[in-house]
């Protein structure tokens, strides 16, 4: 059986428990609405052993509109029965006020990276992220915590915070997973209608015709993303928010390709907005 613990002290008492017998502790952090992409995320925490925990909470404060808060898909009893299915032992589930009890006046701040990207877009997001993650790594407290490189730039970002706070954690970076034509799964698929469903896969065809563009040799990302936006032609419905090639680490456009290479983008399908990326890490 999962555990299903909603507080701050119950996950603690439990937690010290588990590491007075000696296991290492996993986190997955989720919002919920799991899909096989989580899946990815949860078996590799299991195989990698210890006690594992997913946390499910839709965080507020990582939110730019409100109805995009609103409208994130929510199924806790499914989301339960998934991990179960995992072989998860505990699901950290904590409602609002239990995150963010005493109006806090401390943030996590990471200035530079998320000046690109999915930053200049949807202010104060990684700052949400980065607090929320921050404060799940020390309520938590695990050896190893899983993050997909869907998000990238999440990624990116929850490692320097790491590095920069000197939090005693392993990140470990999960490969995207994706439906057979290409879409990266993400919770905001199941909002897409039929013809938005069949439109979104524009996004990886983007980033594919950039991809082949670095692997044949193009190094002027205008170049690159000229042919990846041009792809875009083939699906009106779709509105681009960014596409770009930077750096991977810095998160930086590049004046000249030279892989490994970043390529990200972003699209509106209706009123859902997805992103992809592509970690081009060397010419073959
Ligand atoms: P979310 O619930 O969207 O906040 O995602 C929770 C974690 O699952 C994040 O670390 C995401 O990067 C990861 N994730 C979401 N979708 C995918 C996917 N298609 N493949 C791999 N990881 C994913």
């Given at each position: ?6 507080t701050i002290?119950?996950?603690r ?7 007075r017998?000696g ?22 925490a ?15 404060t ?21 991990c179960e299915?995992?072989n998860?032992d505990a699901?950290?589930?904590?409602d609002?006020?239990?995150m ?5 006046l401390?943030?996590?701040v990471?200035?530079g990276?998320?000046?690109?990207l999915c930053?200049p877009?949807r ?10 993650v921050t404060?799940?790594?020390?309520i938590?407290q ?7 490189e869907?998000?990238r730039q ?14 005693p954690v392993?990140i ?5 997973v994706?439906?057979?034509d290409?879409?990266?799964?993400s ?9 938005e ?7 990886y ?8 563009l670095v ?9 690159v ?6 792809v ?14 930077v ?8 004046d000249e390709?030279k892989?490994p290479?970043l390529?990200?983008?972003a699209a509106?399908?209706?009123a859902t ?12």
């Amino acid at each position: 059986m999962v555990e299903l613990l909603r507080t701050i002290s119950d996950l603690r008492a439990r937690l010290s428990a588990i590491r007075r017998n000696g296991a290492a502790i996993g986190l997955v952090p989720t919002m919920g609405a799991l899909h096989a992409g989580h899946g990815r995320l949860l078996e590799k925490a299991v195989t990698d052993g210890g006690f594992v925990v997913a946390s499910i909470f839709v965080n507020p404060t990582q939110f730019h509109r409100e109805d995009d808060f609103q409208s994130y898909p929510r199924d806790l009893a499914t989301d339960l029965a998934f991990c179960e299915r995992r072989n998860v032992d505990a699901a950290f589930v904590p409602d609002a006020d239990e995150m963010y009890a005493g109006e806090p006046l401390t943030s996590v701040v990471v200035s530079g990276l998320t000046e690109h990207l999915c930053g200049p877009q949807r202010p104060g997001h990684f700052e949400g992220v980065a607090t929320v993650v921050t404060k799940l790594l020390n309520i938590v407290q695990p050896d190893r915590a899983y993050f997909g490189e869907k998000d990238r730039q999440q990624l990116v970002v929850i490692r320097r915070v790491v590095k920069d706070l000197d939090i005693p954690v392993e990140i470990v970076g999960v490969p995207t997973v994706r439906e057979p034509d290409g879409l990266a799964l993400s919770s905001r698929n199941q909002l897409l209608s039929s013809e938005e469903r069949q439109a979104a896969t524009v996004l990886y065809r983007a980033i594919r015709k950039a991809e082949e563009l670095v692997q044949a040799g193009e190094t002027c990302p205008g170049e690159v993303m000229k042919q990846g936006l041009a792809v875009f032609e083939s699906e009106p419905s779709a509105r681009v928010e960014y596409f770009e090639v930077v750096d991977p680490e810095q998160l930086q456009p590049v004046d000249e390709i030279k892989a490994p290479v970043l390529i990200a983008g972003a699209a509106h399908l209706g009123a859902t907005r997805l992103i992809d990326n592509i970690l081009v890490e060397a010419r073959e």
